[in-house]
């Protein structure tokens, strides 16, 4: 190495090993950790190129005084410096202002660290040569931090008007849930000025779900993770009634939580479209009451309880008497109005706890649960029995109709919902050979029903 050599020569010759330094460093920057090749080696390569043809430019004493300054000369319109563009690039790479600033004192400690262990004497050329690196690194960091800044303010106002035209109530609370920013969506969702939300928390406020909020919210801040949840509430302003909301923990330079945003949305009118398509699959539209494909699932459910708790339950498989006759009699639509009614009174016989069903035409199904005597169970079919044994008065037709009815328990008679289900078709057909208004048992031990007259 000769001792004479420039500093614009040497950072040219020596430009890997400088940069190798530079690049451990870099590497450091969490920002930065993800970044590939061009974003951090080539991007300090081309920093170092054109500072190297910044010292080897003359400068007259007025561009002197101006760089001891920090400034540069005046860029062409249109064009921008190194500088520049890496200040715009690492704003949108989401780098703090001491992320970008800390690479052009790792640049700059990198070059001066090779430079004196190369040169422990330096001439006074060189001596001004390393005067002009540190102004040409000052003037690279202002034109740095102004276009990070000027691109910041930009995006400050681009997401300040974002905030305001969104639809969606948005807020930022702090990490004891207090409010600290609201957008006019929540504003006018809570029916509130924004000076009543602002220091106030959500049990502040009276939310019904505040309890459960805070309780996500407190783990969205400890695991620094997202978190997607739904809350049901009127809200004063009398918008909406069920939302979803997206929690987000917000991170400070050192990557510690230092706020959460939440973004909710109304969703009731998808939830209660949602609502109507389920229920429309799960009941019979005819009557209200669940289908089969609802009666099996809960038969299944109750059963699977039944066998945790040891207690047993019973199954009533009940088919309507003289239904053919009044159809053929006073029509359809006064047999679909007979079954409609039928369905009223057998909800009226059993409880809130109990399930009845419509398994189609005139075949209906009862889950009573809890039901350990035999006896629990005739009294509630014998109810049935009694309650459709009533005329019923259907544009201005009397209608009389009876019912056959089949009983079976769980686990006597049947283990699975299927076969439960099958034993007490099985008796119903056993009480309908008897007669009209009849009740019967299954009976596993000779598989021959018992009756009981009504």
Sequence with gaps: MKMNMRLADYIRAEIEPILQDWQAFAQTIFHARHMGKTGL???????????ADDLDSRQSESEQAAKSKGHGPVEIEGEESWAEVHGGDRQTSGFS???????????????VSH????????????????????????????????????????????????????????????????????????ADLFALEPEEIIGK?????????????QRNLEKVITDQSTYRGKFVHKFASGKGERFEYLLAPVLDEDQNTEATVCISRDITEQALAEEKIWH?????LLTGLPNRRLFLDRLEQEVKHAKRSSSPLAVLFTDLDGFKDVNDSFGHEVGDRLLADVAGRLTDCVREVDTVARMGGDEFTVILIGTKRRKD?????????????TPFQIAEQT????????????????????????????????????????????????????????
């Design 115 to 186: 430079w004196t262990k190369a040169c422990p004497t330096i001439s006074c050329d060189q001596l001004e040569d390393l005067t002009r690196f540190h102004e040409a690194i000052d003037q690279a960091v202002a034109e740095s931090l102004e276009q990070y800044a000027i691109l910041k303010e930009m995006e400050t106002r681009l997401f300040g008007a974002v905030l305001l035209a969104s639809p969606d109530p948005i807020y930022v609370l702090d990490l004891k849930g207090r409010f600290i920013y609201a957008n006019k969506a929540t």
């Design 280 to 284: 429309n699959a799960h009941h019979d």
């Design 201 to 213: 928390t959500t049990f502040d406020l009276g939310f019904p779900f505040a309890a459960d909020f």
């Design 97 to 111: 202002v001491m992320e970008t600033i800390s690479e052009f004192r790792a640049l700059r400690a990198s070059v």
């Design 41 to 51: 080696r080539d991007h300090a390569r081309d920093m170092l190129l054109e500072i």
């Design 399 to 454: 209608v009389q109709i009876s019912v056959s009815i089949g009983i079976s328990f769980y686990p006597r008679d049947a283990a699975s919902p299927v076969a439960l289900l099958e034993a007490a078709d099985q008796a119903m057909y056993k009480a309908k050979e008897s007669g009209s208004n009849r009740l019967y048992f299954f009976d596993t031990a000779d598989n021959t029903d018992r009756s009981s007259a009504s």
């Design 377 to 389: 169970a005739e009294l509630v079919a014998q109810k049935i029995i009694d309650a459709l044994a």
